[in-house]
């Protein structure tokens, strides 16, 4: 078990670490999970994924427009850039990936557009357009690092080869890559870069918000098998 009571230390770790730590067992839920297990061994059902894929689409609006105030909130022209950066990544090559492999799967746009949200995706939304609309630049950091560093660890764990399906074998290169860590890398020091600064209210804010969004991640795992 991971201890989760223990308060911030920044002599003996950073302030990110700390909030992997703090979500405690639902990061190693998030980060092992069944489908992701799955879909590295590729013995994911293709109606499990469909089910994902579609409601993963649906969601990316909702990251973008925080990653959008992400650029707005950042204090500086390398911050800005680097933001820039990642969601033009979002909405070209992961868009690219979307469309080819809606046609593999045989998911027409209707179907892309009338598909509701399940509901943890749902809420996953509804956190990140209210922390988009109301949020500091150090909660936008928090919810987008707790998101995407769940993807680059569960991805970065996976052997070659890869399946043989290439929606499940690119939604992995697409987690695995050396601009996705670098992104992710980044993201952490940034947040990490400014935890001297917050208080220990604001820590503690920070530390439940990343929690959630972890665990609003297994959720939405568990959620495609149901």
């Given at each position: 078990?991971?201890?989760?009571?223990?308060?911030?230390?920044?002599?003996?770790?950073?302030?990110?670490?700390?909030?992997?730590?703090?979500?405690?067992?639902?990061?190693?839920?998030?980060?092992?999970?069944?489908?992701?297990?799955?879909?590295?061994?590729?013995?994911?059902?293709?109606?499990?994924?469909?089910?994902?894929?579609?409601?993963?689409?649906?969601?990316?609006?909702?990251?973008?427009?925080?990653?959008?105030?992400?650029?707005?909130?950042?204090?500086?022209?390398?911050?800005?850039?680097?933001?820039?950066?990642?969601?033009?990544?979002?909405?070209?090559?992961?868009?690219?990936?979307?469309?080819?492999?809606?046609?593999?799967?045989?998911?027409?746009?209707?179907?892309?557009?009338?598909?509701?949200?399940?509901p943890?995706?749902?809420?996953?939304?509804?956190?990140?357009?209210?922390?988009a609309?109301?949020?500091?630049?150090?909660?936008?950091?928090?919810?987008i690092?707790?998101?995407?560093?769940?993807?680059?660890?569960?991805?970065?764990?996976?052997?070659?080869?890869?399946?043989?399906?290439?929606?499940?074998?690119?939604?992995?290169?697409?987690?695995?890559?050396?601009?996705?860590?670098?992104?992710?890398?980044?993201?952490?020091?940034?947040?990490?870069?400014?935890?001297?600064?917050?208080?220990?209210?604001?820590?503690?804010?920070?530390?439940?918000?990343?929690?959630?969004?972890?665990?609003?991640?297994?959720?939405?795992?568990?959620?495609?098998?149901?």
């Amino acid at each position: 078990m991971i201890n989760t009571d223990k308060k911030f230390n920044p002599k003996v770790e950073k302030f990110s670490e700390y909030l992997k730590n703090y979500s405690g067992e639902f990061w190693l839920e998030a980060t092992n999970h069944r489908f992701t297990n799955e879909l590295k061994n590729d013995t994911l059902k293709d109606h499990i994924y469909k089910k994902y894929i579609v409601q993963d689409y649906i969601f990316i609006e909702s990251l973008v427009t925080l990653i959008g105030k992400a650029i707005a909130l950042a204090t500086n022209l390398n911050s800005k850039v680097k933001w820039s950066a990642f969601v033009y990544a979002i909405t070209s090559d992961e868009n690219n990936y979307f469309i080819r492999s809606f046609e593999a799967l045989n998911i027409t746009k209707e179907e892309r557009e009338k598909t509701k949200l399940l509901p943890p995706i749902n809420d996953f939304s509804k956190l990140m357009h209210d922390v988009a609309n109301n949020g500091s630049y150090k909660e936008i950091l928090a919810v987008i690092l707790a998101a995407e560093w769940i993807y680059c660890t569960w991805a970065s764990n996976v052997k070659k080869p890869y399946p043989e399906r290439f929606y499940l074998s690119e939604w992995i290169t697409l987690h695995n890559n050396s601009s996705f860590k670098d992104t992710v890398i980044w993201i952490k020091g940034e947040l990490d870069s400014i935890s001297h600064q917050l208080t220990l209210s604001e820590q503690h804010k920070v530390a439940i918000l990343f929690k959630n969004i972890v665990k609003l991640e297994v959720s939405f795992f568990d959620a495609c098998y149901k």
